[in-house]
């Protein structure tokens, strides 16, 4: 989890244009005391000003600020509360680039692995689902415990069982997969 303080509030608005509705961070000119050498500002302001923020690596968008890398999101969640986030920015519908602000929740590494997708790893297609000999059980974790929910005679079945637990163990965290 990526606890590192962010720059100031009012340093990052001066510089990056947020809009809440398309989740778009712009960064805007920046002023020459940003940069050493005495091309630098003229340069970066040509290249970059009125540009998207950052690049994408590993399925978020990152921004690098002095040389220090930065979710988009945690610095989204600065410029719109004024406050470092205590935990990790969650993208509700799991888009990690996605940085709409109604899209975006805090969360405990706890209620972000609970929101996740179904694993790569799934054989049946459904999360909560897994083979079984001939029958297809449900299964949950719950904090840290793996609980059994049941066998049933179809993937679907043992999904909505599934579905059904996480619904009341996850509440707004809750993801079918």
Known sequence: MDTRPLPDRAWLVA?????????????LN????DFPGPTGHRN???LYAGKPAGYICNGYRWIKISNVKYQASRIIWKIMTGEDPIFLVDHKNNIATENRWDNLRPAT?????????KPSTNTTGYKGASVFGHRFRATICVGGQRKHLGLFDTAIEAHAVYCAAAREHFGEFWNAG
Do not use: F, K, Q
């Open 15 to 27: 510089r990056l244009s947020y809009n809440p509705e398309s989740g778009a961070l712009i960064w």
């Open 30 to 33: 920046r002023p020459l005391s």
């Open 44 to 46: 970066w302001n040509r």
């Open 109 to 117: 590494s706890e209620n972000n692995n609970r929101n996740r997708l």
